[in-house]
């Protein structure tokens, strides 16, 4: 794909954070990504916007940022006497939502009818959104102070919870390397706007419906139901990690694992979903979609240690 090859040639070591990539834009699912500053989170979002030519918007959260500074809202035009609704930054494609812990309830909650219907609310007239609409947005995990946690209802719809870690050494030094490269350029070919890609937001919409054919065999569907309702009721399947889930998985999980399923069959050139398709992003489905009661933070059980249990206490078809 050119649109791998192009996210491949700016996001250095992160090989999982651009098939996760290629997946939200593929089935039309939202993104979360959590990491320490300076994993390329922002520019992992930029780059995938330039690579579709897609308008883009960064919106950095803070505590003083109000819902009309998302959605827009209407200014009186002395002109004409009356008043003109300006359309705020979520109005674009591809929004990068940065560092989005850091504004309270109300400044999230004001995505909430943007993620899930597609469409923005104001002063009672309803706006659709973009065909091609996706909100990517990050939160820095080492900082809490300020912050307020995203409640479960906005978690719920994103579609991949991604969690970036440190490149390896010697990645890191490729890094080093392409940045005194560009630095010797005139223009840094590292760019997101730069790209050989043709790719246009229509191109991407014909993709998301190959992959919504893509083809599933019922007893892997079966297989993805057993996953998510195992977080539910864990004990059937694994006595080890009894008692450890406060709240498991919704429904909504059963779907978004198998949109990210076909869309990873489809990055790995394939027309039929496999189980590795299932399992490769069964974690990073369901770690936002599960709640842990105090039992699991005091044995020091994380969510992905149970994801990881679920999977292996399960048949694989």
Same mark, same amino acid.
């Given at each position: ?12 070591? *992160? ?26 989170? #922002?520019?992992?979002?930029?780059? @995938? ?9 960064? @919106? ?6 109000? +819902?009309? $500074? ?5 200014? %009186? &035009? ?7 609704? @300006?359309?705020? !930054? ?10 989005? &812990? ?23 007239? #309803?706006?659709?959104? !973009? ?13 809490? =102070?300020?912050?307020? +946690?995203?409640?479960?209802? *906005? ?10 870690? %440190? !490149? ?13 490269? &560009? &630095? ?46 195992? #977080? ?5 399947? =694994? ?11 919704? !429904? ?5 694992? %198998?949109?990210?399923?076909? /869309?990873?069959? %489809? ?7 496999? +189980?590795? $398709? ?6 990073? #489905? ?17 969510? $992905?240690?149970?994801? /990881? ?9």
């Amino acid at each position: 794909m050119k649109l791998r090859t192009h996210l491949e040639n700016v996001i250095i070591g *992160q090989d999982a954070l651009v098939d996760r990539l290629l997946i939200s834009v593929l089935t039309g699912g939202h993104l979360l990504l959590e990491g320490p500053p300076g994993l390329a989170k #922002t520019t992992a979002v930029k780059a @995938i916007a330039g690579g579709v030519h897609a308008s883009f918007q960064r @919106i950095q959260f803070t505590p003083d940022l109000m +819902p009309a $500074d998302l959605t827009g809202g209407e200014i %009186y &035009n002395p002109d004409t006497h009356q008043f003109d609704f @300006i359309k705020g !930054p979520v109005f674009n494609q591809i929004i990068l939502a940065d560092e989005i &812990n850091r504004a309270p309830p109300k400044i999230q909650s004001a995505l909430l009818e943007a993620m899930q219907e597609h469409q923005v609310t104001v002063n009672g007239i #309803t706006r659709d959104l !973009p065909d091609l609409f996706l909100v990517m947005a990050t939160q820095n995990p080492l900082e809490q =102070s300020g912050t307020y +946690p995203l409640p479960e209802a *906005q978690l719920d719809r994103f579609l991949l919870h991604v969690k970036l870690d %440190y !490149p390896t050494a010697d990645n890191e030094l490729l890094i080093l390397q392409k940045d005194r490269q &560009n &630095n010797l350029q005139a223009k840094p070919s590292s760019d997101s706007s730069e790209t050989t890609t043709r790719l246009t937001p229509d191109d991407v919409l014909q993709a998301r419906s190959t992959v919504a054919n893509t083809f599933m065999d019922e007893q892997l569907e079966k297989y993805i139901v057993e996953i998510v309702t195992s #977080t539910r009721n864990i004990k059937v399947i =694994s006595d080890e990690y009894s008692g450890f889930i406060e709240y498991g998985a919704s !429904p909504r999980a059963s779907l978004a694992l %198998y949109k990210a399923a076909s /869309a990873m069959a %489809y990055i790995n050139g394939r027309d039929y979903v496999i +189980p590795e $398709d299932i399992q490769e992003v069964a974690a990073d #489905t369901l770690r936002h979609r599960i709640i842990l009661n105090f039992n699991a933070t005091a044995e020091g059980v994380s969510k $992905d240690d149970l994801i /990881a249990g679920i999977l292996n206490n399960i048949a694989v078809p």
